[in-house]
């Protein structure tokens, strides 16, 4: 019997070892933590934005003035309402190109803020290892394509730039939307 009750006690010394142990790693991760990530204490230097100057997006919402109860007939809801919602703008790909402009355009298309250059002429194979040149003006259902697909950019771009300054804001603002 005294063998049993010798048992019992190292495993109940060892577990509470463990324990010991595993909450001593806890505190130094929170120390660790802490030191890695100090909490300002003085924000006067911090940057500040007006609301007035937050972007006009659905991801960017602020409520002015008091609200009154007939604007929400659950209490809760009224109780419960934040002053300002900010979410990360969900941000969309440029237009695809059609297929006869592929290969035409300078890299860099794709960005929101690049201008769409048009590359004059491109080399292509030709029979007997030969290479011939076709300009970007030859074909007129290319320029037309180009034509009409730099408009759909263009719609897209003014739409995606209002997006892109609300997810810096939100970025800028927001510590849990991360850059």
């Known amino acids: 019997m005294p063998v049993i009750a010798e048992d019992e006690s190292k495993y109940m010394t060892s577990k509470s070892s ?3 142990r595993l909450v001593q790693t806890f505190k130094f991760l929170k120390e660790l933590n802490e030191l890695r990530n100090p909490v300002p204490r003085d924000v ?5 934005m007006r609301i007035d100057t937050w972007p006009s997006h659905p991801c960017v919402q602020v409520r ?4 009154t109860e007939d604007d929400v007939t ?5 109780e419960m309402e934040p002053l300002i919602r900010i979410q990360r703008a969900r941000l969309t790909p440029c237009p695809p190109l059609p297929a006869i402009l ?3 355009l300078k890299p860099g298309w794709q960005s929101v803020d690049a201008q769409v250059q048009v590359l004059e002429s491109r080399n292509f194979p ?5 290479s011939n040149t076709a300009a970007f003006t030859d074909d007129r259902k ?5 034509t009409e697909w730099t408009g759909v950019r263009a719609t897209w771009a003014e739409a995606e730039r209002v997006a892109i300054a609300a997810q810096v804001s939100c970025s800028s603002e927001c510590t849990h939307c991360g850059p």
């Open 18 to 20: 463990a324990k010991e």
């Open 102 to 104: 592929d290969g035409w």
């Open 142 to 146: 290319r320029i037309d394509a180009f």
């Open 126 to 130: 030709g029979k007997d290892r030969q």
């Open 64 to 67: 002015r003035g008091d609200r």
């Open 74 to 78: 659950d209490t809760a809801e009224l």
């Open 44 to 48: 006067s230097g911090a940057d500040v």
